[in-house]
């Protein structure tokens, strides 16, 4: 299952700056933004279980960029320059 965030990041900077935070402290996850999409949305995979949503929610909370949680079904992320794995 791959979760799904609301964000308000504009730049790609930005986005890459929290990809990296996300794999550097969920080391088993995989993250990248859509910044074309109107929500400027952050998928969110584990490769080897369950995304522990609270837990990321708090920190994108921590950098202010979470808008709106929302969790959807889907077997593949889809791929994203900003993408690092």
């Known amino acids: 299952m791959v979760e799904v965030f ?7 900077r930005h986005a890459y700056q929290l990809v990296e935070q996300i794999h550097e402290t969920f080391g088993d996850y995989t993250a990248n933004f859509d910044l074309h999409d109107c929500d400027r949305i952050l998928r969110v995979k584990c490769t080897t279980g369950f995304v522990q949503a609270p837990l990321l929610v708090e920190l994108l909370k921590d950098y202010g960029v979470v808008r709106k949680y929302c969790r959807i079904k889907c077997s593949v992320v889809s791929s994203c320059v900003l993408s690092r794995r």
Do not use: I, P
């Open 6 to 12: 609301k964000t308000d990041v504009k730049d790609r």
